[in-house]
């Protein structure tokens, strides 16, 4: 399984509710109405073994639809984007080798762009420097590479326009509001269109109003440019110590005269590749204001079966708890730019590849 999902699409006992509940809100527990009426058989789990494709992907996409298994998993599936570039990166090889699966653990497709894009360059906006950053953004991969300034831009964009369609607090996840755009675009009486703040239900006046904003936006933030923009200057994954890396201000005048001290000690940030919708699937909320981190694949894992010593694996920031170690962060650079350590299976590699040996006694 490319993205590090398990094989088995379905693990662990999965309830049979009353009629009527999926689980998904509150119910009322002072009655038996909504007792759970035992589990589902295990043998009838959704599951496949050897496959005639010769692979398994799952990235958290609804796997089965409803109507073949009608008890509820989850209501939070992913809308499949980073299942199907898998899939198409999968058959684009006819052999695999753990380098080629390292590249497509790597991949940073933004599909929302993939998508967008050329429905926006067939738009003629009026302002020869709105028509011209279009142009700018159809000349890119699509790749959310952390050099990227298109990336950067069209993150930008992307987050007004959500917010301009939708709502202002919108927090939906990018593939939603990408599955609800497709729908929506070719359709100009779609009730959603309605921007009441701005009296237009035009997809192109609202998105030239989300390319002006964003425009304005990193100009004046990241400067006029627009080559030196780079996607992981706003696309920033923060690792903070629990407890003491998470101390706010405020607490204590005197406490707050160390914060700074203490967060340059415990906490770690690092601007980052990929995106919500993306393989290498580090997220953002477009209605929070931010282009954060909010999630992130923490490890990244490849075995070959044909040579278990030949295993690699990487995870966020390092080894040891101890921010004095010099491993405390060695990790993240390499987890950040798509690189991985060996990780040996026999005890004669791991011997050969030790540098260093710890022995705990009692």
Same mark, same amino acid.
């Given at each position: 399984?490319?993205?590090?999902?398990?094989?088995?699409?379905?693990?662990?006992?999965?309830?049979?509710?009353?009629?009527?509940?999926?689980?998904?809100?509150?119910?009322?527990?002072?009655?038996?109405?909504?007792?759970?009426?035992?589990?589902?058989?295990?043998?009838?789990?959704?599951?496949?073994?050897?496959?005639?494709?010769?692979?398994?992907?799952?990235?958290?996409?609804?796997?089965?639809?409803?109507?073949?298994?009608?008890?509820?998993?989850?209501?939070?599936?992913?809308?499949?984007?980073?299942?199907?570039?898998?899939?198409?990166?999968?058959?684009?090889?006819?052999?695999?080798?753990?380098?080629?699966?390292?590249?497509?653990? #790597? /991949?940073?497709? &933004?599909? $929302? !762009?993939?998508?967008?894009?050329?429905?926006? *360059? @067939?738009?003629?906006?009026?302002?020869?420097?709105?028509?011209?950053?279009?142009?700018?953004?159809?000349? #890119? /991969?699509?790749? &959310?590479? $952390? !050099?990227?300034?298109?990336?950067?831009?069209? *993150? @930008?964009?992307?987050?007004?326009?959500?917010?301009?369609?939708?709502?202002?607090?919108?927090?939906?996840?990018?593939?939603?509001?990408?599955? $609800?755009?497709?729908?929506m675009w070719d359709n100009p009486a779609h009730p959603v269109w309605r921007n009441a703040a701005h009296g237009t239900d035009d997809p192109a006046v609202l998105f030239t109003l989300a390319l002006s904003t964003a425009l304005d936006f990193m100009e004046q933030e990241y400067g006029a440019d627009w080559s030196a923009w780079r996607w992981g200057d706003l696309h920033v994954a923060r690792f903070q110590a629990a407890p003491l890396g998470q101390i706010p201000d405020g607490l204590d005048p005197r406490l707050d005269a160390f914060l700074p001290l203490i967060r340059a000690t415990?906490?770690?940030?690092?601007?980052?590749?990929?995106?919500?919708?993306?393989?290498?699937?580090?997220?953002?909320?477009?209605?929070?204001?931010?282009?954060?981190?909010?999630?992130?694949?923490?490890?990244?894992?490849?075995?070959?079966?044909?040579?278990?010593?030949?295993?690699?694996?990487?995870?966020?920031?390092?080894?040891?708890?101890?921010?004095?170690?010099?491993?405390?962060?060695?990790?993240?650079?390499?987890?950040?730019?798509?690189?991985?350590?060996?990780?040996?299976?026999?005890?004669?590699?791991?011997?050969?590849?030790?540098?260093?040996?710890?022995?705990?006694?009692?």
């Amino acid at each position: 399984d490319v993205d590090g999902n398990i094989g088995y699409m379905m693990t662990g006992r999965v309830p049979i509710r009353a009629a009527g509940h999926d689980g998904s809100l509150p119910v009322d527990g002072t009655t038996s109405a909504f007792e759970w009426q035992g589990y589902v058989d295990p043998a009838l789990n959704p599951r496949l073994y050897n496959p005639p494709q010769g692979y398994i992907v799952s990235a958290n996409n609804a796997v089965i639809a409803p109507a073949d298994f009608p008890q509820t998993v989850t209501i939070d599936w992913e809308a499949g984007y980073r299942a199907a570039r898998i899939e198409t990166l999968i058959q684009a090889t006819a052999i695999h080798t753990p380098e080629t699966f390292a590249a497509i653990q #790597w /991949d940073s497709l &933004n599909a $929302a !762009a993939v998508e967008m894009i050329p429905r926006l *360059a @067939a738009l003629d906006l009026g302002d020869e420097r709105l028509n011209q950053a279009v142009v700018w953004l159809a000349e #890119w /991969d699509g790749q &959310n590479r $952390a !050099a990227s300034p298109q990336a950067a831009l069209f *993150a @930008a964009v992307w987050r007004e326009f959500v917010k301009l369609v939708f709502d202002e607090t919108s927090i939906y996840w990018e593939a939603f509001n990408l599955n $609800a755009l497709k729908t929506m675009w070719d359709n100009p009486a779609h009730p959603v269109w309605r921007n009441a703040a701005h009296g237009t239900d035009d997809p192109a006046v609202l998105f030239t109003l989300a390319l002006s904003t964003a425009l304005d936006f990193m100009e004046q933030e990241y400067g006029a440019d627009w080559s030196a923009w780079r996607w992981g200057d706003l696309h920033v994954a923060r690792f903070q110590a629990a407890p003491l890396g998470q101390i706010p201000d405020g607490l204590d005048p005197r406490l707050d005269a160390f914060l700074p001290l203490i967060r340059a000690t415990l906490n770690r940030e690092i601007g980052v590749d990929g995106g919500p919708t993306s393989i290498n699937a580090t997220s953002w909320q477009p209605g929070s204001g931010s282009f954060d981190v909010t999630s992130l694949p923490s490890m990244r894992m490849i075995l070959d079966l044909s040579d278990w010593d030949n295993a690699r694996l990487i995870h966020t920031t390092g080894q040891s708890g101890n921010p004095s170690s010099e491993h405390y962060a060695d990790m993240l650079p390499l987890w950040a730019s798509g690189q991985y350590h060996p990780a040996a299976f026999s005890a004669p590699t791991v011997e050969a590849i030790t540098v260093a040996l710890w022995v705990l006694r009692p």
